[in-house]
């Protein structure tokens, strides 16, 4: 019956989806043609690139745990309580979204930076470290984890938690074992969402924590860095970058639903 429907609007949605689909898969395969073979180039830049990977992935993880430690009540919140200025704070949330990241790096660099707002007076030694690059992921992802745990929650049937409440359940143990395994997929789904988009920040990370190597160059700057002028190791990060994190989103789209991801 299906088939029978489709006419040539149908085939012609389809063509433009495959056109839409190549224009963001074709540039993201012509990077694993670009990779030197030469072995002595990736032995060459492999201290330095190891190191910016392993800072990258150290920083994306404390980052993604505090937006989970942090966002979580927050997106609690904004889907089961109705208050003034709730409007305002959602708003709030999704500013960074919609912000230049490199205007938040500015904006934390003039509030914790050593002759920030808060900085000078607190004597706060925080920017161009390690930690600078932590609250430059965390500011600039965390939105993403709200967001989708927002939805999620929404989602989740009030009468379930009623239920479990008037059983005799805490509101903590109704949260625990009735709300969050109900929006598992926004859970799972969003804290992905906020590591990859940890583990690409740019402009904040450059502004307020700078590009130091070892200390704060992430795999974002380092592939900026060395493709100004070492175009075969900017290669090598970018690849590997891009092939962890779509292993990361297959092995998270898997986990959620294994069925619907071999279909």
């Known amino acids: 019956m299906d088939s029978e429907r489709k006419g040539a609007g149908f085939y012609l949605l389809i063509g433009a989806s495959m056109v839409f689909l190549a224009f963001l898969i074709a540039p993201l395969i012509s990077l694993y043609f670009k990779v030197p073979h030469n072995l002595f180039a990736v032995l060459k830049y492999s201290h330095p690139i190891a190191s910016a990977l392993r800072l990258t992935l150290y920083t994306s993880v404390i980052a993604t745990f505090l937006a989970f430690l942090l966002g979580l009540p927050v997106a609690y919140v904004l889907a089961r309580f109705e208050f003034r200025g709730k409007r305002a704070m959602d708003a709030v949330v999704e500013l960074p979204m919609t912000l230049p990241p490199i205007v938040l790096g500015v904006g934390l660099l003039f509030l ?21 690059v932590v609250i430059a992921q965390f500011i600039v992802a965390s939105p993403f984890f709200i967001r989708m745990m927002k939805t999620g929650l929404e989602a989740v049937p009030r009468q379930l938690e009623n239920a479990s409440l008037s059983l005799g359940a805490s509101r903590w143990r109704t949260f625990c074992r009735v709300t969050l395994p109900l929006c598992k997929g926004s859970l799972v789904g969003g804290l992905a969402m906020t590591w990859a988009r940890a583990v690409g920040e740019f402009g904040a990370t450059l502004m307020f924590a700078g590009n130091f190597e070892g200390r704060t160059r992430t795999a974002s700057l380092a592939i900026y860095t060395y493709l100004s002028g070492e175009l075969e190791a900017g290669v090598i990060v970018a690849v590997v970058v891009l092939t962890f994190c779509v292993a990361v989103f297959a092995t998270v789209k898997w986990l959620v639903k294994p069925t619907a991801f071999l279909q």
């Open 112 to 132: 914790l930076g050593r002759q920030g707002f808060l900085g000078k007076p607190l004597g706060l030694e925080i920017s161009f470290t390690t930690a600078a």
